[in-house]
T-cell receptor, first 113, second 114 residues
Framework: AQSVAQPEDQVNVAEGNPLTVKCTYSVSGNPYLFWYVQYPNRGLQFLLKYITGDNLVKGSYGFEAEFNKSQTSFHLKKPSALVSDSALYFCAVRDTEGGKLIFGQGTELSVKP | DAMVIQNPRYQVTQFGKPVTLSCSQTLNHNVMYWYQQKSSQAPKLLFHYYDKDFNNEADTPDNFQSRRPNTSFCFLDIRSPGLGDAAMYLC?????????????FGSGTQLSVL
């Protein structure tokens, strides 16, 4: 069965510092991987995805993620964090059998001035 | 702007009183999903429609039903809400299912059960 894990419930970063939000996955076959962000009391917004091709994927708001097949990871990164990046981040993998999106448990990112 | 719209934004109902949440989309997407999200946890898929084909998740309680009268609208009916059904309900759409397409989410309906 496909699954994703986000090992950190919370990540704290100072504004201007680089940030990383971790995600590991377990799939059979080639993974379709996604990152979504959720601001308080809002729905999820798509940030980026990896389907195939270049392992470094660039997305919205200056975020990027690196697909690492050997480590089965898809960590979200940003070179310089903003206070406005504070939100809940979800990693997700597409279930290759049923087609549904399977979400990780989420990581709360807090960026302090 | 094309979008996914959920109404109402906040819904309060009484224990056992049926409630309906609505979702509309202007994206003309084939697939519409309903997710339940509790206390900043991972969204949990309840069911989805591929066009008019209804797909229920195995662990979705019978208390939850859905209707999709046309491409644009989809409804979530909770027949007898319990206290455990208090949650954020998210509607989402995608152009198709099973591939690399992204989901577009509405802002959600926060359901409270008194």
């Amino acid at each position: 069965a496909q699954s994703v894990a986000q090992p950190e419930d919370q990540v704290n970063v100072a504004e201007g510092n680089p940030l990383t939000v971790k995600c590991t996955y377990s799939v059979s076959g080639n993974p379709y991987l996604f990152w979504y962000v959720q601001y308080p009391n809002r729905g999820l917004q798509f940030l980026l995805k990896y389907i195939t091709g270049d392992n470094l994927v660039k997305g919205s708001y200056g975020f990027e993620a690196e697909f690492n097949k050997s480590q089965t990871s898809f960590h979200l990164k940003k070179p310089s964090a903003l206070v406005s990046d504070s939100a809940l981040y979800f990693c997700a993998v597409r279930d290759t059998e049923g087609g549904k999106l399977i979400f990780g448990q989420g990581t709360e990112l807090s960026v302090k001035p | 702007d094309a979008m996914v719209i959920q109404n109402p934004r906040y819904q309060v109902t009484q224990f056992g009183k049926p409630v309906t949440l609505s979702c509309s989309q202007t994206l003309n997407h084939n697939v519409m999903y309903w997710y339940q999200q509790k206390s900043s946890q991972a969204p949990k898929l309840l069911f989805h429609y591929y066009d008019k084909d209804f797909n229920n998740e195995a662990d979705t309680p019978d208390n939850f039903q859905s209707r999709r009268p046309n491409t644009s609208f989809c409804f979530l009916d909770i027949r007898s809400p319990g206290l455990g059904d208090a949650a954020m309900y998210l509607c989402a759409t995608s152009a198709m299912t099973g591939g690399g397409e992204k989901l577009f989410f509405g802002s959600g309906t926060q359901l409270s059960v008194l």
